[in-house]
C-alpha cells in the first residue's frame, strides 16, 4: 500500500511539473508567432544600457539616448549561471525607455521615463536551425501589440548577435554578472573580439 502511495504521489509530482515547465515555456502560436509575456518585469533583471538601442528604438529626434533594460526568464538565468550557456527555452525581452533629464530634484543626470519599445529574442535550436535564435519586435505600447512573428532573417539584428555576441548570439558581454560565468566557464566564443566594433 505505501509503495502503491508512493507510486502515487511520484506520478502526480511528475506531471505538475511537466505543466509548470509548459507554462514557463515561451508561448509559441501555430503560425510561429510569440506572445508577448505580460509579466517579463517579475524575471531576472540583467542590465541596463543608456544609448545602446540601435534602428528606429534608437533615434532619439533631439531628445536624450534612450536606456535599455533586459529582462530574463528565471529558469533561464539560473541554467546559465551555473553552465555559462544559456538553455534551449531562453527568453530575453529587451525594453527601451525614454530617457528624461531634470526631473524632481534631478539635475544633472538621466533617469528613465515611459516604455519605447519592447523587444525579444528566443533561442529554439530545432525551431530556428540557422543559428538557433530569432528576433522579435513587439513595437511600441501605444500598437497594443500582444503576439509577433519572427523578424526576417535579413534583418541587421542576425548578422550582429551572430558576429558580435560573446556567447552564442547573445551580447553577454554587457552583462557583468553573466560575463564573470562565461570567462570563468570557457563559453565566450573564441572568436569573440571586445576590440572590434559593430558597422
Known amino acids: 500500500m505505501k509503495a502503491t502511495l508512493k507510486s502515487v504521489i511520484a506520478t502526480l509530482a511528475t506531471a505538475l511539473c511537466a505543466v509548470a515547465a509548459a507554462a514557463d515555456a515561451p508561448q509559441i502560436d501555430a503560425s510561429g508567432a510569440l506572445q508577448r509575456p505580460a509579466d517579463y518585469r517579475q524575471w531576472v533583471f540583467l542590465t541596463s544600457g543608456l544609448g545602446m538601442a540601435y534602428g528606429a528604438a534608437g533615434q532619439s529626434e533631439g531628445r536624450p539616448a534612450p536606456f535599455t533594460n533586459v ?114 566557464k570557457h563559453t565566450v566564443r573564441a572568436d569573440y573580439d571586445p576590440a572590434r566594433k559593430a558597422q
Open 71 to 184: 529582462f530574463v526568464k528565471p529558469e533561464a538565468w539560473r541554467g546559465f549561471m551555473q553552465t555559462g550557456v544559456w538553455p534551449e527555452g531562453t527568453l530575453f525581452v529587451l525594453e527601451v525607455r525614454r530617457a528624461l533629464e531634470a526631473q524632481s530634484i534631478n539635475q544633472q543626470g538621466r533617469t528613465q521615463g515611459e516604455v519605447v519599445v519592447v523587444e525579444a529574442s528566443l533561442k529554439d535550436s530545432k525551431r530556428y536551425p540557422d543559428g538557433g535564435w530569432a528576433y522579435f519586435d513587439f513595437g511600441t505600447p501605444q500598437a497594443g501589440k500582444t503576439a509577433t512573428a519572427p523578424l526576417p532573417r535579413t534583418e541587421a539584428c542576425y548578422a550582429c548577435h551572430s558576429k558580435h555576441g560573446a556567447v552564442e548570439w547573445t551580447f553577454t558581454q554587457f552583462y557583468p554578472e553573466q560575463f564573470a560565468v562565461a570567462t570563468s
